[in-house]
């Protein structure tokens, strides 16, 4: 009961607000164009039905919720899954250079901090990089990287996945690097007075203690794989992916189009982040986890 | 053998430029020279190449000489990158030539930098500006290799220069094009990202302290902003652009919705941070809800909105950039990456992302600057 008195009430009434506002704000950004139609057709509409006709635009300026999710339902689940204006084949181009992009980027980040753990060279002079390479704008590499690799005749699945490889093993670096140093000093010298080997004292120690580490900048990683994919996807010329239903519907103001695309793209987001965590909780109590 | 100490870099380097001095020419014009002594030919490292071996190999004999730790890494950093630098500056005007002798030339240097850089990371010296010298000059090493390796390999094996432009051409179209540069920044940074920046971030501490003020709306609204904070909103670009236009307006639009979630989430957190026994002895001044969290709570909070600032300030200029891929007038940072791309200069792309790097990295810095000023008492900065 607390959780529905505390969490779903507010979190609903809230949605609902959002949604009475978007109708108003669709109703009040779309007029001036559905005036413009009028004075050309020479017809006068009552108020009534004025919004009637700013909710049904063609090309709306603001879409009403009720358009982009007919145009959600049809482009999801009445079209042939690989006709090219099926979003979800569109979500699938997006998601597999996500999956492929979230893998590397989350080997490299472990190897990375591992390596980054035991060698204090590297902690000492790439660390620092690390963190500066954050505060860059990653993203405006996008198109160089697809257009070169292009140039070179590797296009396709890879370049973006490099990208979406690039955005995700930051978080995964510095979170690891967190996690296999978060084992106490005293668990340490534990380790110490067992006579315990470098190496055991990683596969026993450290690596259990990371994995709440992990999980949750894998979530950060995750999602900023998405992003990057979905930008990966605008330099190629629109092809197929989310990014692409994104540029394409800005080139012929599909708004509604572009709308369903964001929505599609926020599913995915969604969902991947819940697989994550899932995974997670279910290492977690594999490991013997209990809930704090 | 009490003077010796070996090390593995070292030993290795030695190793290289042996099996570079076997294999002979480090050019394909020098191998030509050797084939046929009677033509004459020009080849680079006429009289170099036996300084360089000579240098390398010495400063890598030295290095392993008990001698003051900080006197060796003197060595070491003198050798290897005078070993570079006339690697770099003799294959100039024989881009593309270079055999393998002159890559394990290059490796040989990178050891011994490499070797450097651990025997100054294992220096531990007592006085606290020499430690700070020491933590700026370990990456500053590193990244200056980062730097040589590139330069060394994209014109040791003649790179297409479309693929990647050695770093020194990359400079010198950032020198010549600083007015093209300048109005990208003002266009881009000045215009669309400091006001969607300050906008955004106001609004998010806004609603923050609306959404603590009313505890219906922040239990709503925090599972929302947690929600939001994972999903692609660089998506909404085209909507903007749409909406407002070409200009940077359309850019600021997005970087204010970029920027306003974190700020929210941030501000929401760090509202919670301050200690029941504060907020007890605030009530047992009489303390009322806006003196209480002008005195306690927003300085309590501080660490967690300048985390969110530090956040935005990457994020505000990633939303501008990419934004203007969906349109623009012809000025801007993201309008000439894509142009740029197309027209297929990519050094005038790389000087661009150079400009963002470090404009980012100031913009960072700036603001963790900032908080060191505001939030002095706090443990982490004046433990630091």
């Known amino acids: 009961?607390?959780?529905?008195?505390?969490?779903?009430?507010?979190?609903?009434?809230?949605?609902?607000?959002?949604?009475?506002?978007?109708?108003?704000?669709?109703?009040?950004?779309?007029?001036?164009?559905?005036?413009?139609?009028?004075?050309?057709?020479?017809?006068?509409?009552?108020?009534?039905?004025?919004?009637?006709?700013?909710?049904?635009?063609?090309?709306?300026?603001?879409?009403?919720?009720?358009?982009?999710?007919?145009?959600?339902?049809?482009?999801?689940?009445?079209r042939p899954i690989n006709s090219n204006r099926s979003l979800v084949y569109n979500a699938w181009v997006t998601l597999s250079s996500t999956l492929l992009g979230f893998a590397f980027g989350t080997a490299l980040g472990i190897i990375i901090a591992v390596g980054i753990v035991h060698v204090a060279t590297l902690d000492r002079s790439l660390m620092p990089w690390i963190i500066a390479s954050q505060t860059i704008p990653i993203l405006a590499v996008a198109p160089m990287i697809i257009v070169v690799l292009g140039a070179v005749g590797i296009s396709g699945l890879i370049p973006k996945a490099m990208i979406s490889t690039y955005l995700s093993f930051f978080p995964v670096t510095v979170g690891m690097v967190k996690g296999l140093r978060s084992p106490e000093i005293m668990h340490l010298d534990l380790m110490h007075t067992y006579n315990a080997s470098g190496s055991q004292t990683f596969w026993k120690l450290r690596v259990p203690a990371s994995v709440p580490f992990l999980f949750t900048s894998m979530k950060v990683a995750v999602a900023a794989s998405l992003v990057g994919a979905i930008v990966g996807e605008l330099p190629t010329g629109a092809v197929a992916g989310i990014g692409a239903k994104l540029l394409a519907g800005a080139y012929y103001s599909q708004s509604i189009d572009i709308w369903s695309a964001l929505v599609a793209g926020s599913i995915v987001a969604a969902l991947l982040v819940m697989v994550v965590g899932i995974a997670g909780r279910i290492v977690d109590r594999a490991m013997g986890g209990r809930p704090a | 053998m009490n003077w010796l100490k070996p090390s593995w870099q070292a030993v290795l380097a030695i190793v290289l430029c042996l099996i570079a001095i076997a294999l002979g020419a480090?050019?394909?014009?020098?191998?030509?020279?050797?084939?046929?002594?009677?033509?004459?030919?020009?080849?680079?490292?006429?009289?170099?190449?036996?300084?360089?071996?000579?240098?390398?190999?010495?400063a890598a004999l030295i290095s392993m000489v008990r001698i003051p730790p900080l006197a060796e890494a003197v060595v070491l950093f003198i050798g290897a990158h005078v070993v570079a630098w006339l690697l770099i500056s003799g294959i100039a005007g024989f881009e593309g030539t270079a055999l393998a002798p002159y890559f394990l030339l290059l490796a040989a240097a990178w050891l011994l930098g490499w070797r450097c850089v651990a025997v100054l990371s294992s220096l531990r010296p007592l006085d606290s500006s020499a430690r700070t010298a020491l933590r700026l000059i370990i990456p500053a090493i590193f990244g200056a290799?980062?730097?040589?390796?590139?330069?060394?390999?994209?014109?040791?094996?003649?790179?297409?220069?479309?693929?990647?432009?050695?770093?020194?051409?990359?400079?010198?179209?950032?020198?010549?094009?600083?007015?093209?540069?300048?109005?990208?920044?003002?266009?881009?940074?000045f215009k669309a990202v400091l006001f969607g920046y300050v906008v955004g971030s106001g609004a998010g501490f806004i609603t923050a302290i609306l959404a603590d003020r009313v505890p219906f709306l922040r239990r709503g609204l925090l599972p929302i902003g947690n929600m939001v904070s994972a999903l692609p909103i660089i998506g909404v670009a085209p909507i903007m652009v749409m909406w407002f236009g070409f200009d940077w307006q359309s850019k600021a639009a997005v970087v204010i919705i970029m920027t306003f979630f974190p700020m929210l989430v941030n501000t929401v957190a760090g509202l919670a941070a301050s200690g029941h026994m504060e907020r007890d002895l605030m009530r047992t001044y009489a303390s009322g809800?806006?003196?209480?969290?002008?005195?306690?709570?927003?300085?309590?909070?501080?660490?967690?909105?300048?985390?969110?600032?530090?956040?935005?300030?990457?994020?505000?200029?990633?939303?501008?950039?990419?934004?203007?891929?969906?349109?623009?007038?012809?000025?801007?940072?993201?309008?000439?990456?894509?142009?740029?791309?197309?027209?297929?200069?990519?050094?005038?792309?790389?000087?661009?992302?150079?400009?963002?790097?470090?404009a980012g990295s100031v913009f960072y810095g700036v603001v963790a600057l900032v908080e060191r000023a505001v939030t002095f008492w706090h443990p982490s900065v004046r433990g630091g």
């Open chain 2, 145 to 189: 290799w980062i730097l040589i390796i590139w330069e060394a390999v994209t014109r040791g094996a003649g790179i297409p220069f479309i693929l990647l432009p050695p770093p020194s051409a990359i400079g010198l179209r950032i020198a010549n094009s600083l007015p093209v540069l300048g109005a990208d920044v003002r266009q881009t940074i």
């Open chain 2, 26 to 58: 480090p050019s394909k014009p020098e191998a030509a020279a050797l084939a046929d002594p009677t033509a004459s030919f020009n080849y680079p490292y006429l009289g170099t190449k036996g300084l360089m071996f000579g240098l390398a190999v010495l």
């Open chain 1, 1 to 78: 009961m607390d959780t529905f008195r505390d969490k779903l009430v507010p979190v609903t009434s809230i949605l609902l607000g959002v949604v009475i506002l978007w109708y108003v704000f669709a109703v009040i950004l779309n007029t001036p164009f559905q005036r413009d139609l009028d004075r050309r057709a020479n017809e006068t509409s009552t108020f009534s039905e004025l919004i009637g006709k700013t909710l049904s635009q063609p090309k709306p300026t603001l879409p009403a919720p009720h358009q982009v999710a007919v145009n959600f339902f049809e482009n999801t689940f009445l």
């Open chain 2, 289 to 358: 809800y806006w003196p209480t969290l002008i005195k306690l709570r927003l300085p309590a909070a501080a660490p967690f909105i300048f985390n969110a600032l530090k956040i935005n300030s990457t994020l505000a200029l990633i939303g501008a950039i990419v934004a203007e891929f969906f349109g623009t007038p012809v000025v801007g940072m993201g309008f000439r990456i894509s142009t740029e791309v197309g027209r297929m200069n990519i050094d005038m792309v790389w000087a661009e992302i150079a400009v963002a790097a470090l």
